[in-house]
């Protein structure tokens, strides 16, 4: 079994544990969460007598206690470390989340609830609403309309055949505006994009709304673009882990040979995303999303491995120049600034 699916099984199992605390050890927990540690703490409650005058079985349940204390601890990492350094993104927003089990926890949040623009970030949810609606085995014809979007990752001709899940690798891999446009045709563009917006409302993405399949900025005047807020697309990268792990095992490749509906060879895909199988971090990069348009600039999705194999960071970073650089520095500032 893999990360993403260990995580998924973690995810279902939500709610079958309670931890009662009285308010007297939650003022404990959180002095020793503040102060001085485990450690500490305990050492500091015994030299004030905190265990003194108790029997052997009292202080063998007190022993007990502490050991469930500690797991509690253990249970609020990551925490803050004392020294930590103040820290900002050259991005409109951005946002780190923690999240193990049904465990979730915001270790970063810089305007993390403003609108702005998401541009091929878009094909995320594209994504998202095949897996949860489409016949992934259905037989694609790519139209003339199709192959005109404009963009990268334009690869696809008119008439060239595909399954449905075919047509995923090339949307995910390459950002291929193409495949966008070919998937949402199926039920018809104005109805694919109805059913993006429907998916979002479900999935509680509050500052979330689409007006096309690809993320692309409209021609003319017009100011309609797709946005969404960094706090959004960690949500929806959550639930695509959760619902639709095998969207990661295509987030993560480097490069991929496309073969059609038929079995004959297409085209050699290659990533977007820069970071994928970066190697100066502690852990492992589990896929990623990337999207620019001049409207939105750059804008990143990155999902790596928690350390101590505890959980997923879903990192976000919006509206950077360099987006990353900006998602290198936000990793590195997360990796150092907490206890794991």
């Known amino acids: 079994m893999n990360f993403i699916s260990r995580f998924k099984n973690q995810r279902s199992n939500r709610g079958g544990r309670e931890i009662r605390l009285s308010f007297v050890a939650g003022v404990l927990l959180l002095a020793a969460l503040g102060w001085f ?15 003194q005058g108790a029997s052997s079985a009292n202080l063998q349940d007190s022993f007990a206690q502490q050991q469930k204390l500690q797991e509690l601890l253990l249970e609020t990492r990551p925490t803050n470390k004392s020294d930590q350094e103040n820290f900002s993104l050259l991005a409109r927003s951005g946002i780190s989340v923690f999240v193990d089990g049904e465990r979730t926890k915001t270790l970063f949040s810089q305007q993390a609830d403003k609108q702005v623009p998401i541009a091929s970030l878009t094909k995320l949810i594209t994504a998202f609403a095949v897996l949860e609606h489409y016949d992934l085995t259905h037989v694609v014809t790519v139209s003339e309309e199709a192959v005109g979007e404009e963009g990268e990752g334009g690869f696809l001709r008119p008439g060239d055949r ?13 950002s291929s505006n193409d495949a966008a446009s070919a998937l949402a045709e199926v039920i018809g563009k104005e109805n694919f994009v109805e059913l993006m917006n429907r998916e979002a409302e479900n999935l509680g993405l509050q500052e979330t709304v689409f007006i096309n399949p690809t993320g692309l ?33 295509i987030l993560e ?15 050699t895909l290659f ?22 348009t001049p409207k939105a600039k750059g804008n990143l999705l990155l999902v790596l491995r928690a350390p101590k194999e505890r959980g997923m960071l879903f990192d976000v970073v919006l509206g950077a120049d360099d987006r990353f650089g900006q998602m290198k520095s936000l990793v590195d500032w997360v990796y150092t600034s907490y206890l794991w």
């Open 271 to 292: 990533t977007t995303n820069e970071l994928l199988g970066y190697t100066e971090w502690p852990t492992q990069v589990l896929g990623g999303k990337t999207g620019w």
């Open 162 to 174: 595909f399954t449905v899940r075919q047509l995923l690798y090339p949307l995910l891999i390459e």
């Open 217 to 249: 900025d409209p021609n003319g005047e017009s100011n309609e673009v797709n946005r969404s807020s960094a706090r959004d697309i960690a949500r929806l990268a959550e639930e695509i882990a959760l619902r639709h792990p095998e969207a990661f095992s």
């Open 253 to 267: 490749i480097k490069t991929y040979d496309l073969f059609d509906a038929a079995g004959h060879f297409h085209h």
């Open 37 to 51: 540690g485990f450690r500490s703490f305990i050492k500091a409650a015994s030299e004030i007598g905190f265990l």
